[in-house]
């Protein structure tokens, strides 16, 4: 089955500087990873994701890459906020159809005002 | 346009009791799935369920655990004799049409504690 690794599991910036988070994965026919937020106490969010026919995709201050061929994948928050404090986790999926998501196990990112 | 509600969002169970989790879905999605999430930890997949079918339990326990998504109703996970092991949080998520690229929308989740 597929595996996710996820890195950081902590990180730690300053409100302004930019966070990267990055994930691996195993299964080569995985083509579906999205990202997710989860705020204490709340269940988790999606804020962007990419599919394999694309290299990177941006939305205001976030950003995704890909690698296929590596199989890795980051999430990229520029100009970081304090509301941008949170677990935020990757996942791999198959866009093909049902396959159930698997998650990496999460970075917790506090930025410090 | 409520998202997915889950109740209760706090469980506290002794050993050898009986855990009910209820999920209602996005109004029109018919496709749910349960995570779990032990602390400090990512999601673990447990089941996926359509309207009064379960398409993958690949990842729930086969004993004591059991899950239903009737057509009238709530999706709901059930644990049986609870153990000190099954304190985690449990979500549900639902979908449009399966497969996560139709976008997963989360639910608060249920946090059960068994003393």
């Known amino acids: 089955g597929e595996n996710v690794e996820q890195h950081p599991s902590t990180l730690s910036v300053q409100e302004g500087d930019s966070a990267v988070i990055k994930c691996t994965y195993s299964d080569s026919a995985s083509n579906y990873f999205p990202w997710y937020k989860q705020e204490l106490g709340k269940g988790p969010q999606l804020i962007i994701d990419?599919?394999?026919?694309?290299g990177e995709k941006k939305d205001q201050r976030i950003a995704v890459t890909l690698n296929k061929t590596a199989k890795h994948f980051s999430l990229h928050i520029t100009e970081t906020q304090p509301e941008d404090s949170a677990v935020y986790f990757c996942a791999a999926s198959w866009a093909g159809g049902y396959q159930k998501v698997t998650f990496g196990t999460g970075t917790k990112l506090q930025v410090i005002p | 346009n409520a998202g997915v509600m889950q109740n209760p969002r706090h469980l506290v169970r002794r050993r050898g009791q009986e855990a009910r989790l209820r999920c209602s879905p996005v109004?029109?999605?018919?496709?749910v799935y349960w995570y779990r999430q032990l602390p400090e930890e990512g999601l673990k997949f447990m089941v996926y369920?359509?309207?009064?079918?379960?398409?993958?339990e690949s990842g729930m326990p086969k004993e004591r655990f059991s899950a239903e998504f009737p057509k009238e109703g709530p999706s709901i996970l059930r644990i049986q004799q609870v153990v000190r092991g099954d304190s985690a949080a449990y979500f549900c998520?639902?979908?449009?049409?399966?497969?996560?690229?139709?976008?997963?929308?989360f639910g608060s989740g249920t946090r059960l504690t068994v003393v």
């Open positions: 998520a639902s979908s449009p049409e399966s497969g996560a690229h139709y976008g997963y929308t």
């Open positions: 990419i599919r394999s026919n694309v």
């Open positions: 109004k029109g999605h018919s496709h």
């Open positions: 369920l359509q309207k009064e079918n379960i398409i993958d």
